[in-house]
């Protein structure tokens, strides 16, 4: 999934466990309702065997349900994905009661972990009330489902006109007609209205679930994943926010300058706040579409790689096209175009697959090819926000996307494939252990390789042109990979802040919009151009939400990402500036990664993250370094400039 350029990405989550059949042995013990009873005297080292073993079997039936509910979006598709989820959900609350046990008992490090894991696998806990757990699911598999079948119609009768997210998308990333723009924004953003009263049902049911879990709240126990305490969690991401907030602020600052020479007094918001649908990108995450309006230097080299890409659609069209004998019928052109988009969509995972293979990968298995989803299908709804599937836990892999071809999907595809070979390199490990050593890790593989997408080699596989040396080339480079990386930060942390609120109750249901629009203005200093009430769930447009997907992964992957790439490219040998680096086909810099990939989650992230960088804390430093040059010419170009915003308009309405 791929939140900015990446949006991102999404994996499946390290909570798909599902129940697994087993014979009842002879001699049990009591086990919850519906879940298989334990041996009697089962030790600690063979409870963890056993349900590393019952994962292993159960997996892909849940992974196919769930494959199958997002790839063919219906009634039907929801109810088996829904009924899966429930007995895994009910197979791991099983689990997790029958490993209590052994609590306080002297365990091997490996048995511990497991353990530990076990306890912090459900992003969505399971109540203890079958009623409950059931009512929990169908919410989930139906928010879901909502977002994925979301289209604005707007017009009557003929001239009525009906689009899903990736048309209104197209009008943001393209349209600088201010109106045109804002009726997108806020078309897509009408079709969660009727997720509010389903997602506060569901919060009091997960929050149930993470009580009976021993947890304060559902936020509690997503913050409890990451091998501290809640509190030092969040102490730490306001740390690491505190680092790269100045620069975020810098950029902030010029975009709203060129914002206003574009729109005038329509380029900013009362307070000093950019216009929502005036980004680019339907949540403000990802300011890359705006390049004809931020490009610093539009007489510089030309970074903008979609046109390219465009050409290479039209190639492929031709090339369907030239193997129809006689003139095509409208049919026949409308199954060209499918022909066409599919191969544009696999050339352009090829060309990312082929930075991985470079660095001493593996190839992808020949099922990728044949089970992915590239494109958005023409006769049923899917979920569109891109993913990574690991099916059964071994060799089959998947991407689902809606592949178009522009600058933003091709990058995403190097960051889902990211958590595939994550996937691949961490499958010798027991099932417990297959997961990234934490979350923001799992995001930052592919963004990695994404900073390593030079000026030089986007020259070298043709889709730009030859790269001058001169400073004008070097800040559009760097406001290029800045427009995705640094707009991101806020966004990175803000959802989660909202969530973290919505599930201690701070945040209470009829506020649910005034809270959401008062955290972005907080921290993106982004507002709408119009009043947005109660009437509004502006937060289930945004995937993640009715998904119910942790974000603040996405935030630290952003950091954790600048850091490994500062690692390979010392690994690789590197000896200049840290944004000229490009480690393709280093198979150093290669061995380094994947020995880390298949670290997996067998110790404490600290561990992995010190094998890596030399360090055992997150730190944004690199990203500093990183964006050193573009930092000084932001502070020279916004010189005389009243920078900064007043968060406090965005409390109306």
């Known amino acids: 999934m791929k939140p900015r350029h990446l949006l991102l990405a999404l994996a499946v989550t390290a909570s798909v466990f599902t129940i697994a059949g087993c014979k009842k042995p002879a001699e049990t013990e009591p086990a919850p309702t519906g879940v298989a009873p334990a041996p009697k005297g089962e030790t600690a080292d063979q409870f963890v065997a056993r349900v590393n ?38 197979q791991l609350r099983g689990w997790i009661e029958q490993s209590r046990k052994y609590e306080g008992q002297q365990l091997s490090p490996d048995t511990a972990r497991a353990i530990q894991l076990l306890k912090l696998q459900a992003d969505m806990p399971p109540p203890k009330d079958p009623a409950q757990l059931e009512a929990l699911t169908k919410l989930a598999s139906k928010l879901e489902g909502m977002y994925g079948k979301g289209t604005y119609c707007s017009g009557t009768g003929t001239a009525k006109k009906c689009r899903q997210l990736g048309e209104l998308e197209d009008v943001l990333r393209t349209s600088r007609d201010y109106d045109e723009q804002l009726d997108a924004w806020q ?24 009580r009976d879990m021993g947890f304060a709240d559902t936020g509690e126990l997503w913050r409890s994943g990451y091998d501290m305490t809640p509190a030092q969690f969040a102490a730490d991401t306001d740390r690491l926010w505190g680092q790269v907030k100045p620069l975020y602020d810098q950029l902030h600052c010029y975009a709203r300058t060129q914002l206003e020479a574009k729109y005038g007094d329509r380029g900013e918001v009362a307070g000093g706040m950019l216009p929502a ?34 050409d290479l659609a039209t190639q492929d069209f031709n090339l369907a096209l030239a193997q129809h004998d006689g003139s095509p019928t409208a049919d026949d052109l409308a199954d ?68 178009k071809p522009n600058e933003e999907d091709f990058t995403t595809i190097y960051h889902e494939l990211g958590h595939v070979y994550y996937y691949t390199a961490y499958k010798h490990l027991p099932p417990l252990f297959q997961n990234g050593a934490h979350d923001g890790f799992h995001e930052a593989i592919g963004d990695t390789i994404v900073l390593a997408m030079t000026p030089q080699y986007l020259h070298s596989i043709g889709l730009v042109g030859e790269q001058q040396q001169s400073d004008q080339s070097l800040i559009n480079a760097q406001m290029r990979m800045a427009l ?14 909202w969530r973290w609120g919505v599930f201690d109750g701070s945040i209470k249901p009829d506020q649910y919009n005034k809270a959401w629009w008062d955290l972005k203005a907080k921290y993106q200093g982004v507002a709408p151009a119009s009043a947005r009430g109660e009437e509004f769930f502006d937060a289930g447009a945004k995937y993640h ?75 944004a430093t690199p990203v500093l370094e990183y964006f050193a040059p573009l930092q000084d010419w932001l502070k020279k170009q916004n010189e005389g400039k009243t920078c900064g915003w007043n968060a406090t308009p965005a409390a109306k309405g």
């Open 336 to 403: 060209m175009r499918v022909i066409g988009q599919l191969a544009t969509a696999k050339h352009m995972t090829e060309r990312a697959e082929d930075f991985y293979a470079s660095l001493g990968m593996p190839k992808l298995p020949a099922t990728y090819w044949e089970k992915s989803q590239f494109i958005k299908p023409r006769d049923r709804d899917v979920v569109c926000h891109a993913s990574a599937w690991p099916m059964d836990m071994a060799d089959d892999v998947r991407t689902k996307m809606c592949i």
């Open 187 to 210: 078309g897509w953003h009408t079709i969660a209205q009727p997720m509010r009263p389903d997602y506060v049902k569901f919060v009091e049911l997960s929050n149930i679930g993470a």
């Open 53 to 90: 073993a019952e994962i292993k079997k159960g997996y892909p039936e849940l992974a196919s349900a769930q494959w199958l509910s997002s790839t063919y979006i219906n009634s039907d598709s929801e109810l088996v994905s829904a009924k899966a989820e429930e007995r895994n959900l009910t």
């Open 545 to 619: 939400v009715p998904g119910n997907t942790p974000y603040t992964r996405y935030f630290l992957s952003h950091v954790l990402q600048f850091q490994f790439y500062k690692a390979l490219c010392d690994e690789a040998g590197y000896k200049g500036p840290l944004h000229g680096c490009s480690f393709y086909g280093n198979k150093a810099a290669g061995e380094k990664f994947s020995r880390m990939l298949s670290r997996g989650a067998s110790q404490p992230w600290q561990a992995t993250l010190k094998e890596m960088t030399g360090s055992d804390k997150m730190d």
């Open 484 to 497: 995705a990386k640094v707009s991101f930060l806020p966004f990175g942390l803000m959802i989660d802040r």
């Open 277 to 310: 649908h005036l980004m680019g990108n339907m949540w403000q995450q990802d300011w890359s579409n705006l390049w004809d309006i931020l490009q610093p230097y539009p007489n510089g080299d030309d970074l903008n790689i979609t046109g390219k890409l465009q």
